[in-house]
């Protein structure tokens, strides 16, 4: 039989399903506190970079609290990042010598984190980067001899790793080949010496996790093999961060990234946290569009999920422990959004998830006949007015939610 060049059914269902996820960036990087751009962006060569793993001590690292974290904020994955751009793996890898086993800290972060995944009911992926800003068969094949085929050989070993050594995953999520981007001399170092042989890594990965999600946040179309489209730093169909010049492609199942505040990894100077309300709004709004959030916190070198970051998504947690039926498991909603309002949709169940603090919303795009309304928390009715192929909802004062108050608007009629 043919190798599966896609996800199972059932793993794409629980994917979909899911609709919110914890993205971890933790590396050497967090020790800087300057992002995990910090290698490139400040030009450290790779020998002097490497000393920042005999620093590396981050003794208050508890796999449990992270997982406890992500479970209480309503995240059903989580995806960490296993080797990034600085080419340091956070795993016990046997390809490479540079990795935290071989650190003062000497545990494998990344199976302690599976094996409290387990324990509270969480799903474990993994992000890889493509890209390898000190790799001796990436960058520097001219003076190490390496061939590009060197790097290949150790890139998907770290998958098939990754994908045998910490029992079943949500998914392989990869990054750093952005084949739209062009270099200028200055990243000429990005540039690969060769294929990624995508068709053989991938097959392999649906092989080895038949209910793994791939994704590529290329940034572009998926490719045969991958399951997601990605979104990065914007909801499907935006642009804000000129990295999704490519729409989104329709009834596909779809993933937004984003952080918290403007970084990925730790950055001990940014403070420009988005609120719990803005986090609400905009897994509310992926959900509306049928795409998952995945949304990022960057810990601190001492293994810490940084407090403030924390405590926004437990506020977050909160929110859903009330209204996660209107996110979980939900389809894109049938309404058009607007600034006011978005909505999903479970068969003839909507969901209005009213953004702001207004009396009324109005709706374009109304079902037929047989509506009624009421709030999602406590079933008080709400008052629904027609005006053509518009309807207005007329709120209560009582039981308004100061992030997000979500109405049910169920309906007779059938699939659409
Ligand atoms: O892991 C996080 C980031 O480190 C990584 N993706 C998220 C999930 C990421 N950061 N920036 N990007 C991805 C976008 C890439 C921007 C680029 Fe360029 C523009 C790559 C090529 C053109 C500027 C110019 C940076 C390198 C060359």
Redesign the pocket.
């Known amino acids: 039989m043919d190798a599966p060049m896609q996800v199972s059914p059932e793993g794409l269902a629980w994917f979909e399903a899911a609709r919110f996820g914890m993205f971890i960036?933790w590396g050497l990087y967090a020790l800087l506190g300057r992002g995990?751009?910090v290698m490139h962006n400040e030009r450290i060569a790779p020998q002097e970079y490497a000393g920042l793993a005999e620093r590396f001590s981050p003794t208050a690292f508890d796999a449990d609290a992270w997982v406890k974290l992500a479970a209480d904020a309503g995240q059903r994955y989580i995806v960490i990042t296993s080797r990034?751009?600085d080419g340091f793996s956070m795993y016990d890898t046997a390809l490479s010598n540079y990795k935290i086993t071989n650190t003062a800290f000497g545990r494998d972060p990344i199976a302690e984190l599976a094996a409290a995944c387990t324990r509270h009911g969480v799903k474990l992926g993994f992000?890889v980067s493509l890209l390898d800003w000190r790799h001796p068969a990436y960058r520097f094949r001219r003076e190490s001899g390496q061939h590009w085929a060197d790097y290949l050989t150790f890139l998907h070993g770290q998958v098939r790793e990754l994908c045998t050594k910490y029992g079943e995953i949500a998914c392989i999520w990869f990054?750093g080949d952005?084949p739209h981007?062009t270099?200028?001399a200055d990243?000429a170092y990005?540039v690969p010496g060769g294929p990624f042989r995508y068709k053989a890594l991938y097959s392999m990965i649906h092989t080895l996790q038949p209910n793994a999600v791939v994704l590529n946040?290329r940034h572009a179309t998926p490719l045969p093999g991958e399951d997601i489209q990605g979104f990065?730093q914007d909801l499907p169909g935006q642009n804000t961060a000129g990295?999704n010049v490519t729409g989104p492609q329709v009834g596909k199942p779809l993933e937004v990234?984003m952080t918290i505040n403007d970084h990925?990894g730790y950055h001990r100077a940014d403070t420009n946290l988005k609120s719990a309300r803005q986090l609400v709004h905009t897994l509310a709004r992926a959900a509306s569009d049928g795409a998952n959030l995945l949304l990022n916190v960057g810990p601190s070198p001492d293994g810490k999920i940084v407090p403030e970051q924390a405590a926004r998504l437990r506020k977050v947690g909160a929110w859903l422990a009330r209204n996660g039926t209107a996110i979980y498991g939900t389809r894109a909603g049938s309404f058009i959004p607007t600034t006011d309002a978005v909505t999903t949709r479970r068969d003839n169940t909507h969901y209005v998830l009213v953004l702001n603090d207004a009396q009324t919303v109005t709706l374009q795009g109304a079902p037929p006949a047989g509506l009624n309304a009421q709030l999602l928390t406590d079933g008080i009715p709400v008052t629904i007015t027609r005006n053509g192929n518009a309807i207005t909802l007329t709120l209560p004062t009582a039981g308004r939610d100061s992030l997000a108050t979500v109405v049910v608007l169920n309906t007779e009629e059938t699939g659409r």
């Open positions: 960036h995990e751009w990034h751009h992000y990054d952005w981007h270099f200028t990243d990005f946040n990065e990295f990234c990925w």
